[in-house]
C-alpha cells in the first residue's frame, strides 16, 4: 500500500510504501533485501525518469513479521490515471511521443546499468503534473548478467508478451 505524507523537515510530499515481511531466524527476506539493495543502487544515479528512493524504515510488528517503509518522491499519478484525464480525442501526438521517449529513457538507463524491471504497466509508470514520466515499483526487478538465465513468469498477466504466454523460444539478435 503506497500513502501520500509530508515531510516535516523539507515540508515536500512524499509516497511512503509500507511492506509487511516474514522474517526468518536470517532476518529479513532476500526479496526484501535484494528490492531495497537495488533501490539504493539507482539511488545513486539520480535518473530523471526513476522515481526516487529517500529512505527506508524497518520496524519490528512481532518477533515473526518486520514493516518496512520505502519513502520514495511523491508523483501525483499513474499512466493509467493520466491517460484516464486526457480530454477526448486522447493526447496529441507529441505527448505522447514526449512520455515514450522518457519511458524509454528510463528503461534504457536500467537496461543500460544490468537491471530488468519486469513488471512494467500503467500503474508503475508515473506522471507528474508537469508531464515528466518516472518508471516505479521494482519489487520484481532483477540485477542480471548476459549468462543469467531469468524466469520467464513474472509481470503481472495482462501485460505478459505473447510469446512468454504462449512459453514460446525467443531470442535477440
Request: aromatic share 6%; with cysteine.
Amino acid at each position: 500500500t503506497v500513502y501520500k505524507a509530508r515531510d516535516l523537515q523539507s515540508g515536500k510530499f512524499v509516497a511512503l510504501k509500507n511492506v509487511r515481511v516474514q522474517t526468518t531466524e536470517n532476518g529479513l527476506p532476500l526479496s526484501t533485501v535484494r528490492e531495497v539493495a537495488l533501490l539504493k543502487r539507482l539511488e545513486h544515479f539520480d535518473h530523471p525518469n526513476i522515481v526516487r528512493l529517500m529512505d527506508v524504515c524497518a520496524t519490528a510488528r512481532t518477533e515473526r513479521e518486520t514493516k518496512v517503509t520505502l519513502v520514495f518522491e511523491h508523483v501525483d499519478q499513474d499512466l493509467k490515471t493520466y491517460l484516464d484525464k486526457a480530454p477526448a480525442p486522447g493526447l496529441p501526438l507529441d505527448t505522447i511521443k514526449d512520455l515514450m521517449r522518457q519511458f524509454l529513457r528510463g528503461l534504457d538507463f536500467l537496461h543500460s546499468n544490468c537491471i530488468v524491471h519486469r513488471d512494467l504497466k500503467p500503474e508503475n509508470i508515473l506522471v507528474t503534473s508537469s508531464g515528466q514520466v518516472k518508471l516505479a515499483d521494482f519489487g520484481l526487478a532483477r540485477i542480471y548478467s548476459c549468462q543469467m538465465a531469468l524466469t520467464p513468469v513474472v509481470v503481472t498477466l495482462w501485460y505478459r508478451a505473447p510469446e512468454v504466454l504462449l512459453q514460446s523460444t525467443y531470442a535477440t539478435p
